[in-house]
């Protein structure tokens, strides 16, 4: 059984930072599609970073590139995503997600929702200005 566990949110200042953690179980990460996602209250659920093309190459959203980097270790399993100079408009719910082992992940596809079969529960970041 798959599970995508998330840590590390929780409330900061803005230009504050956190380092969020998606510990898998059931499921290696390594050469795998995987992505953060957030959903700001009321929105819809969009692609914050993730890896593509076996897991070689990284993309991220405009809102949050050179803020936030994306990076994994096989070693402890786990997806992590580093967040730098924090907004109030990053304030979300930020969830974990992965593809089918088989699933190909594209530059094209990385943050579409139906990309990925595996989510965590999710972990909040809330950002006061």
């Known amino acids: 059984q798959v599970q995508l566990v998330e840590s590390g949110g929780g409330s900061v200042q803005a230009g504050g930072s956190l380092r969020l953690s998606c510990a898998a179980s059931?499921?290696?990460?390594?050469?795998?599609?995987m992505a953060w996602f957030r959903q700001p209250p009321g929105k819809e659920r969009e692609g914050v970073a993730g890896f593509y093309s076996g897991g070689i190459s990284t993309a991220y959203a405009d809102s949050v590139k050179g803020r936030f980097t994306i990076s994994r270790d096989n070693a402890t399993n786990s997806v992590y995503l580093q967040m730098n100079s924090l907004k109030p408009e990053d304030t979300a719910m930020y969830y974990c997600?992965?593809?089918?082992?088989?699933?190909?992940?594209?530059?094209?596809?990385?943050?579409?929702?139906?990309?990925?079969?595996?989510w965590g529960q999710g972990t909040q970041v809330t950002v006061s200005s």
């Open positions: 059931g499921y290696t990460v390594n050469d795998k599609c």
């Open positions: 997600a992965a593809a089918l082992p088989s699933r190909a992940c594209y530059g094209a596809n990385w943050s579409a929702l139906r990309t990925y079969y595996y």
